[in-house]
């Protein structure tokens, strides 16, 4: 492979952090989950956060703790990874869609109003390839409506839009740890919130709904009963996990420059080409720079997809439109011409290679590739 999708930033650092949990008796959720806590909260400027499993985990839980459930729909975007959409079924709502924003590919906030129904109980708007969804504009529909802001931001660690960060202005923000992300740990997640009432919820969600973990259990003097108070889930993020992402904190924003600066060679570049467009950072937004995509032909998107593969560039597709898989055309009965934006990004979009270990020389050697393969 000549220019591999990922390659993540662990350090040896983070290995001997990770090899010191495996040398202390206490694997699981505990102290170093406890230290991570408190040190993601510090970065996102935000009250609290509580280590899950998943992102995926993240937004079933806030959706589930904030009362979403049969009969309620719940307001998302067509354009994003399935558990968006999933999670908001799984809590037994229906998600409707909202078509995205041509320029950016973002959920449209100017049409959400019209999706409004006196079921609609949520929004959950997903903060695409690193740049936020305008949470001021989605945020004051929420307070005129009485809905819920539990926002999808498994891309936006170091984002911010308006002096905003992720969480700030919904209910709850859930991120993501998993191993192509920016900030990761092989599978992982997070829910950041203002809201003191539900992170302690969450805590007590994420492990049967018990009031005392095996570590309040173990570091107690005396054994102490715990009660259950909730139907709680498993999927609280344990000290090995959390050893992996406690480090990586301090050097985000050091890898977030060089993301930004291997996005702008891209841009510069492929500026000149007519057959390729890209989404479009706004003014007043700071992309976490996730993920690097372009449009092109949809008629050629696969074609050149696999030329790319045969010069060993690692490519993927984020996203095909959520409302035209077959679980959603048969549930839902969505079909083609719904959502015409999201579905001419679906047709159209091609993910590049993206991570801070890349060189100049393996940019330029994609945007040579790509130019030849589209002018071709
Ligand atoms: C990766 C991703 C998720 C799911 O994250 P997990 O931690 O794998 O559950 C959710 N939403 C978006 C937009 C993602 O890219």
């Not at 841009?267 to 000149?272: A, I, P, R, T």
């Amino acid at each position: 492979m000549k220019v591999p999708f990922y390659l993540h930033n662990l350090e040896e650092s983070d290995i001997e952090r990770i090899d010191n949990v495996l040398r202390s008796p206490f694997l699981t959720t505990g102290k170093v989950t406890g230290e991570f806590e408190t040190k993601f909260a510090a970065y996102l400027e935000i009250d609290h956060v509580v280590g899950l499993t998943s992102c995926t985990m993240a937004l079933f839980l806030a959706l589930k703790t904030l009362g979403v459930g049969p009969g309620d729909e719940a307001i998302t975007t067509p354009i994003s990874f399935v558990a968006t959409a999933n999670t908001i079924m799984h809590a037994g709502a229906v998600p409707v869609f909202v078509d995205v924003e041509k320029e950016t590919g973002n959920i449209d906030a100017s049409k959400i109003e019209a999706a409004i129904t006196e079921r609609t109980k949520a929004i959950v708007p997903v903060h695409l390839y690193g740049q936020m969804a305008d949470m001021k504009a989605i945020q004051a529909i929420a307070k005129k409506y009485g809905l819920l802001v539990v926002e999808d931001a498994a891309h936006a660690v170091e984002s911010s839009r308006d002096g905003y960060r992720s969480g700030h202005l919904g209910d709850a923000a859930a991120f993501s740890f998993y191993a192509t992300k920016n900030l990761t740990c092989g599978e992982g997640g997070a829910l950041a919130t203002t809201d003191a009432d539900l992170a302690e919820n969450l805590k007590k969600m994420r492990l049967h709904g018990m009031t005392k973990n095996a570590a309040d259990r173990y570091h107690a003097k005396r054994y102490e009963h715990y009660d259950v108070e909730m139907l709680g889930y498993k999927c609280n993020m344990d000290n090995l996990h959390a050893a992996l992402l406690v480090e990586q904190l301090d050097r985000l924003d050091s890898l977030n420059s060089r993301r930004q600066a291997i996005c702008e060679r891209y841009e510069s570049v492929l500026g000149d080409i007519n057959a390729v467009d890209f989404p479009k950072v706004l003014p007043g937004s700071k992309s976490a720079r996730h993920l690097f995509t372009i449009w092109v032909d949809p008629q050629r998107r696969d074609d050149i997809l696999w030329k790319l593969q045969e010069r060993e560039i690692g490519v993927a597709v984020n996203f095909r439109a959520i409302h035209l898989m077959k679980l959603y055309r048969e549930r839902f009965g969505y079909a083609e011409g719904s959502y015409p934006n999201a579905e001419s990004i679906s047709q159209r979009t091609i993910t590049l290679p993206l991570y801070p270990k890349m060189s100049d020389e393996q940019v330029d050697y994609v945007l040579q590739a790509l130019r030849e393969i589209v002018t071709a």
